[in-house]
T-cell receptor, first 112, second 110 residues
């Protein structure tokens, strides 16, 4: 089974502070994704990666940056957190060529 | 903007009934279609994939795809209270991106 670990699982921070969420996989999958989930909006794609140092924007990328220096790690950074970024963030890996995704357990971020 | 639309529900069905969940998508070039189940406070998990027109059955679940109508559906037969969850329709729009609908909440009453 694919293994994904997200950290931290819960975080409360203040507006204007930087925040980094980490996604770690153990299966050497090439494609990794960051989604956010908010009531009424479902899952929205923030950024994705198709290889080491290869990343691209999703539909809600403003205010977020990502980095992937190793196959197993995909980092999501909020340079200056805002209250609108309060959300649950899910990391996912693509487990098939047809696009099937396996999700991590999620990271709940609250920006006060 | 490529979109995936679902009725947010909630959809309430009695135990043992058939639950029917529907989804439409905007990108005609989409090739892969998925249904994910998400329990409250948990992460989404894949329950069905479908790639060609017609029906695909897996146990109590049947996925249906009609590319001409840009329509995907999920039928759950003999619904159980444990099926109560949010069901997310997802579409791979080509390349690396998968777009999700907002989800339909299903309640199965015992």
């Amino acid at each position: 089974d694919a293994g994904i670990t997200q950290s931290p699982r819960h975080k409360v921070t203040e507006t204007g502070t930087p925040v980094t969420l980490r996604c770690h996989q153990t299966e050497n999958h090439r494609y990794m994704y960051w989604y956010r989930q908010d009531p009424g909006h479902g899952l929205r794609l923030i950024h994705y990666s198709y290889g080491v140092k290869d990343t691209d924007k999703g539909e809600v990328s403003d205010g977020y940056s990502v980095s992937r220096s190793k196959t197993e790690d995909f980092l999501l950074t909020l340079e200056s957190a805002t209250s609108s970024q309060t959300s649950v963030y899910f990391c996912a890996i693509r487990t098939s060529s047809d696009g099937e995704l396996f999700f991590g357990e999620g990271s709940r971020l609250t920006v006060l | 903007q490529k979109e995936v639309e679902q009725n947010s529900g909630p959809l309430s069905v009695p135990e043992g009934a058939i639950a029917s969940l529907n989804c439409t998508y905007s990108d005609r070039g989409s090739q892969s279609f998925f249904w994910y189940r998400q329990y409250s406070g948990k992460s989404p998990e894949l329950i069905m994939s479908i790639y060609s027109n017609g029906d695909k059955e897996d146990g109590r679940f049947t996925a249906q795809l009609n590319k001409a109508s840009q329509y995907v559906s999920l039928l759950i037969r003999d619904s159980q209270p444990s099926d109560s969850a949010t069901y997310l329709c997802a579409v791979n729009t080509g390349g690396f991106k998968t777009i999700f609908g907002a989800g339909t909440r299903l309640f199965v009453k015992a």
